[in-house]
């Protein structure tokens, strides 16, 4: 290789290594789009708050968060609910229906090693409702979300607001389909 392809993979690796210096909470590994944590053995990824419309969520505006949720454990937990100071409430929504309608849940149940609506499981699918927020909230932004579990405790995530009309964004989850469907 030559000195010039030479330095210009050592500044590939350079920056690279930069950019993953930064806040622990947030890990950088291939495959993932929002925010990561960890409470116990229960592991949240890709918890990301969807792109608001023309660039902003206004005071009073809800917001989807979506995120996937493991277990590590070989006992079942539950996610009992999440709090922010960015807005009134967050809800806890699932389509047990699978009709494309969610409806709020008291709580989300987080299967022994296993995971939140993993595909081809009969769980339905599961998302957050931020509701009323208090303030405006900018693409590109974060929102801190502390997620409250029955066993393995609390955490909180400062969530990345998307861009608006970023095609990165993963689709929403789909519930499984039925055999002969």
């Known amino acids: 290789m030559n000195r010039i392809g030479t330095l210009g993979v ?3 690796v350079l920056a690279a290594v930069l950019t993953s210096c930064g806040e622990p909470q947030r890990e950088l590994e291939s495959g993932t789009m929002g925010t990561n944590g960890r ?14 419309p023309e660039h902003a969520y206004r005071r009073g505006d809800d917001a989807v968060v979506r995120l996937a949720v493991f277990s590590e454990s070989d006992q079942p937990d ?3 609910g999440v709090r ?3 807005a009134d409430q967050v809800e806890l929504h699932s389509d047990e ?3 494309g ?4 849940v008291p709580r989300i149940p987080v299967p022994a090693e296993g995971a939140v609506g993993e595909p081809g499981s009969v769980s339905p699918s599961y998302h957050l409702l931020v509701v009323d927020f208090s303030e405006e909230v900018l693409a590109g932004t974060t929102v801190p979300l502390t997620f409250i579990f029955e066993g393995a405790g609390e955490t909180t995530l400062d969530a990345m607001v ?3 009309d970023d095609g990165d964004v993963p689709p929403p989850t789909r519930c499984p389909t039925a055999p002969g469907s």
């Open 78 to 80: 539950a996610l009992l």
């Open 101 to 104: 309608t969610s409806e709020v």
């Open 97 to 99: 229906d699978c009709d």
């Open 162 to 164: 998307e861009a608006t």
């Open 84 to 86: 922010t100071q960015k």
């Open 10 to 12: 050592a500044g590939a």
């Open 39 to 52: 409470v116990g053995d229960v592991v949240l990824r890709n918890v990301f708050v969807e792109a608001p």
